[in-house]
């Protein structure tokens, strides 16, 4: 029988679902203290006294960066355009965002904490601050680079210009999106011990990913790798969020080694988190796209600028979202000529890192729009200039412009199959229906979209990292009693890896899925995993256990072959008994294999080494491409300017879906946490880089209540690896801002440039529309609809 | 986001709520449902140095319906504001505070003291004209909800007072509208019409300081009187569309032509 394809309860819920979670936050060790961050209220400025005497006179124990040695986190990339910079564990000299963090206080309790944390006397000299990206710089916010610019890339191909100025038609757009963030339910949490007897540091966090916590706090602290150990107990959603190294970490552990002994904690609230984690998606991108007569994409010219925040993220670099939009933009669509310039800008806000889709819910929305317009223009419907353009199986491999391979190609079928989900027909009719009366107004909006995901070492390249993420590993280990251990370099924040990985191993190594317990998060306890992020886990982590556990096989083969007597190539395992081809009564269990290996050598077959273990490392070297296609009809409200989502439809290619309710879950996740984006969340920063919205008040987060019913459908295309699997973590993200946005388009025959997609903007829009028409109506009919 | 350090007490009688505010000599705070207060207190926002809880004060838990107006107790609870059928307009706005857990703690005193000029029930007070019983060391006064609302979070209140009950009239003819971002979010604008002994009133929440009584009788008229600002939701234009079309929702829901 086999678990993969079905959907059995998650491990994770017997804890999850009663209560029983194990967060950072809950773990409560002897003599714990807690720790609480001075933070700047400051955009930009010198710092020109630091006291904390006033806090230690008070009993308190306080860490200025000079008390923790001066530690920098220095994120590196060899591209040649890389501006190397540094980002303290705590402020030195000068402040560069509102909320970064300039001393740690040390009490007995949180509130204690934040009390000793006002004692705390820091003055500021400000600085002019830099908020948004495409406007001149102030005043530098590094020294290193005067003009604000960390990385700046041109992808090229084809002959652009030429191309250009002989389409015919070009289509010019100036598009910019909304800052937001990954905000998980639990924010970031840490406990550093450091143990003095045998200089061993445990660090617990809610990170994504251990094992390179581990490699860069032993490094950044000199310590001996193999005596640092990170463990990321259940965490509470990470988006990517959390795939980061932050100054706060390192602070924390680095406090823990000037107090041996002592556990400090620190806990994150939801307004340290607003200011200081990881934003995202703050880009503007201008494009010039030319198209033939009948909607073919002939060139694309871009010019792409994303707000990278204060520093360069550690270890991602402030070149994850510009290369990454500059790699993707052109999406699921074939193109020849493309340039695109690409840049990362340094600016005094909180810095940006890695969410969920990375940059591409962003230019998908670039490259949605440029369709939609070219097809408003050249009297195409928004369906039929995708048809015209996107790869196609018969594409498969296809060289994109930016020379990835996209090996799926199956974005036609995606969006047909989501129209019909929709309805497609009886919507455009009721829409025909209502335009020229006063009832709100239907808009239809599509995306189609190519998420890479799994990436080996070839594909994985991007920012040019001094590491490859390519490859994870995983220790199948069959104990005496002949029941299962999985020690996974996976880790999860909620996505069901616990779950995956047991059915992955369960269907390799033959044996029942209650028989297959998994422990993950743990770098003493795994070998190696780089993590949570670019929907790499089911490809790469999936893959390594699926070889593990086939390699364990074998080992019970073989053993098992010497104690029936029968030859190891003819025998089978289900569900935990062996059985001999043809003989069906000549069978042996697993937990007698697994007795006779650990604690009967007496019987253990000539040639064959005790222990029933096997650790096997898996690198896909390239990625799979999952296709993907959204379409939403939406009804607008010209009045208030609200928007009701009236249909929503998503069709993935998931390759094999390992566990249905779990890709579906990923998708309709990622879909509602798109809404967010498209609709509510913005982060907001005045000119003098205060953050507006610093509270969930006005940061407005998606409830169940906004998230409409959605129909998922599959088109299940096994991918190259050996699993046949594709990604699904972060696909549902991408589509959303394209979709809503083409739908408000569509509804009021407007022009969406930005977002969020606020009552204000479509009303705003609305009346414009409205004032246009008045006018136009003079002048013989409206030029659209 | 910790509460900066302070004293808690928990008097059982409004004269014992009154001495300990005078004892606070402006330093206290009154703590009812919580709901505003403690959010404000965990930025350190707000630092009382004595909090007096007054959950256990007897007596103001109590909704009472004589004579074409309901009395409601400073501690009714929005939830109980929301279930009850004798004033169907306080119930309608109350059913738009927040979510569940917010109006099961939040209380009617708490909302009116706290003036939030996005607030519903201050819009409803307001609109009906209801009046408002406050304790203080020389007794009881009376004050109409007109006069209590001074600007945001700002009333007519001394700090050693306390708002004890208010009492709504029940309109002949109502209506309610309100537009927000997201479900249980305070209002962009919040509009209330309401007809008592043969006054009609229509009232703006949301667009300035403190709720604004329209001279107006129309929707379209009314957007000449507002002066609302621009802020992270939207334009003063918009904020005015919005009240226009709030007002006309509400009138036509009252059954009154705008
Ligand atoms: C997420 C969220 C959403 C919300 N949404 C809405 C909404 O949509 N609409 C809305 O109207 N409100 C909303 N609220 C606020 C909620 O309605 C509060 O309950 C209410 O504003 C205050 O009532 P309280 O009893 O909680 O007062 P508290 O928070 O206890 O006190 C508020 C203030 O009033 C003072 N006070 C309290 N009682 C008295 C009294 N009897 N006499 C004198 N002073 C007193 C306190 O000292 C304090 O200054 C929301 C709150 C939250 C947390």
Redesign the interface.
């Known amino acids: 029988m086999s678990s993969l394809g079905t959907s059995p309860p998650r491990k994770e819920d017997r804890r999850l679902v009663t209560g029983r979670g194990r967060f950072v936050g809950d773990l409560q060790l002897p003599r714990m203290r807690h720790v609480a961050f001075v933070r700047s209220p400051i955009a930009h400025a010198r710092i020109t006294t630091l006291d904390a005497g006033p806090a230690r006179d008070a009993g308190y124990r306080v860490f200025t960066q000079a008390d923790l040695g001066g530690i920098v986190l220095r994120a590196q990339s060899a591209l040649p355009s890389y501006v190397e910079t540094g980002q303290p564990a705590l402020a030195e000299g000068k402040v560069r965002f509102q909320g970064e963090p300039v001393a740690a206080v040390v009490a007995t309790d949180r509130y204690r904490a934040e009390d000793g944390a006002e004692l705390v006397e820091v003055d500021y000299a400000p600085l002019p601050p830099t908020v948004c990206a495409w406007l001149p710089p102030e005043s530098p916010v590094h020294d290193e680079a005067p003009d604000n610019v960390l990385l700046e890339r041109t992808f090229d191909a084809g002959d652009v210009d030429a191309t250009l100025a002989s389409a015919f038609l070009t289509v010019r757009r100036e598009l910019t999106t909304n800052r937001h963030a990954g905000n998980p339910m639990e924010c970031r949490a840490g406990v550093a011990l450091f143990d003095p007897a045998d200089r061993r540091l445990t660090f617990w966090s809610g990170t994504q990913v251990p094992h390179l916590v581990r490699n860069m706090i032993a490094e950044l602290l000199g310590l001996s790798e193999g005596n640092v150990r990170v463990v990321a107990p259940d965490v509470g959603g990470g988006f990517g969020v959390k795939a980061v190294l932050y100054p706060e970490d390192v602070a924390l552990c680095a406090i823990a080694l000037e107090m041996p002994g002592t556990p400090v904690k620190w806990v994150e609230d939801r307004v340290e988190h607003l200011a200081a984690a990881t934003h995202a998606r703050d880009h503007r991108y201008l494009l010039t796209a030319g198209f033939s007569e009948d909607g073919t994409l002939l060139a694309l010219d871009a010019d792409v600028t994303c707000n990278v925040g204060a520093y360069s993220v550690y270890p991602w670099t402030a070149g994850i979202e510009p290369l990454m939009a500059g790699g993707l933009l052109t999406g699921p669509y074939k193109l020849t000529h493309y340039r695109a310039t690409v840049r990362g800008v340094a600016t005094n806000t909180a810095p940006s890192g890695p969410y969920r889709g990375v940059a591409r819910p962003a230019s998908v929305f670039a490259m949605e729009t440029m369709l939609d317009d070219a097809a408003a223009r050249l009297g195409m419907t928004g369906v039929d200039i995708r048809r015209r353009n996107v790869i196609r199986p018969e594409d498969i491999p296809y060289k994109m412009p930016s020379r990835l391979v996209d090996d799926s190609g199956h974005y036609d079928e995606c969006l047909t199959k989501a129209l019909d989900a929709v309805g497609y027909d009886d919507l455009v009719e009721e829409q025909q229906r209502r335009r020229g009366t006063d009832e709100p107004q239907i808009g239809i909006g599509f995306a189609c979209y190519n998420e890479l995901t799994g990436l080996g070492r070839a594909a994985s390249a991007g920012p040019r990292m001094p590491f490859r993420t390519g490859h994870d590993a995983c220790t199948v280990r069959i104990n005496p009693d002949g029941r299962v251990t999985v020690f996974s370099g996976v880790t999860s924040q909620g996505q069901g890896l616990e779950t995956t990985v047991a059915q992955i191993v369960a269907d390799a190594l033959g044996v029942g899925y209650d028989d297959v317990d998994v422990r993950i998060g743990d770098t003493d306890a795994s070998l190696w995993g780089f993590g949570a992020f670019s929907s790499r886990q089911a490809v790469i982590g999936g893959g390594a256990a699926h070889r593990s556990a086939l390699a364990a096989r074998t080992k019970v083969l073989r053993l098992a072959a010497g104690l029936l007597e029968a030859d190891p190539s003819d025998l089978l395992i289900e569900n935990g008994v062996i059985a001999v081809a043809g003989s069906p009564d000549v069978t042996i269990g697993l937990p007698e294999v697994a007795r006779v290996a650990y604690l009967e050598s007496n019987r253990l077959p000539e040639g064959i080494e005790p222990g029933l273990e096997a650790t096997e490392f898996y690198d896909p070297i390239r990625g799979a491409f999952a296709a993907g296609a959204q379409v939403a009809a939406v009804e607008v409200d010209r009045t208030t300017g609200s928007i009701s989502i009236l249909r929503w439809a998503c069709v993935e290619d998931a390759g094999r879906a390992m566990h249905p309710q779990i890709v579906d879950g990923q998708i309709a996740g990622s879909i509602a946490q798109g809404i967010g984006g498209a609709l509510y969340e913005h982060l907001v920063y005045d000119d003098d880089g205060n953050l507006s919205t610093g509270t969930l008040l006005d940061y407005l987060m998606p409830t169940s209540a906004e998230i409409p019913e959605m129909t998922i459908g599959h088109v299940e295309r096994p991918a190259a690896n050996p699993l046949g699997v594709r990604g699904v973590g972060e696909g549902g993200t991408l589509g959303p801002n394209a979709v809503l946005a083409g739908a408000v388009s569509d509804a009021l025959g407007v022009k969406i440039d930005e977002l969020p997609l606020s009552p204000s903007v479509v009303w705003t829009a609305a009346r414009r529309a409205a004032e246009d028409r008045g006018v136009v109506d003079e002048d013989g009919g409206p030029d659209r609809e | 986001?910790?509460?900066?350090?302070f004293e808690y007490v928990r008097p059982t009688s409004v004269d014992d709520v009154l001495a300990a505010l005078a004892e606070a000599d402006g330093e206290g705070k009154i703590l009812a449902g919580g709901q505003s207060l403690v959010?404000v207190m965990a930025?350190?926002m707000a630092r009382p140095a004595v909090l007096v809880d007054v959950n256990k004060v007897e007596g103001l838990s109590d909704l009472e319906c004589d004579d074409g107006s309901v009395h409601v107790g400073a501690l009714v609870r929005h939830r109980t504001l929301a279930e009850q059928t004798a004033h169907p307009l306080l119930a309608e706005a109350a059913r738009h505070i927040g979510h569940t857990a917010i109006r099961t703690r939040g209380t009617a005193g708490g909302s009116i003291a706290h003036a939030d000029p996005a607030a519903e029930l201050p819009v409803v007070a307001v609109a009906t004209g209801a009046t408002v019983t406050v304790a203080g060391a020389d007794g009881d006064r009376w004050v109409a909800a007109e006069d209590l609302f001074a600007g945001p979070l700002m009333t007519t209140l001394d700090p050693d007072e306390m708002v004890t009950g208010i009492d709504f009239p029940v309109p002949t003819r109502w209506g309610f509208a309100e537009?927000a971002?997201?479900?249980?979010?305070?209002a962009?604008v919040t509009v209330v019409v309401a007809e008592v002994d043969g006054d009609l009133r229509i009232v703006v929440g949301g667009v300035g300081p403190v709720p604004i009584r329209a001279r107006s009788t129309g929707a379209e008229t009314l957007g000449d009187e507002l002066t609302p600002t621009g802020d992270?939701?939207?334009?003063a234009?918009?904020r005015r569309?919005?009240a226009i079309?709030m007002a006309r929702r509400a009138l036509a829901s009252a059954g009154i032509q705008g």
């Open positions: 986001m910790k509460c900066a350090p959010p930025l350190r537009f971002r997201r479900h249980g979010d305070f962009l992270l939701h939207g334009s234009d918009f569309g919005l079309e």
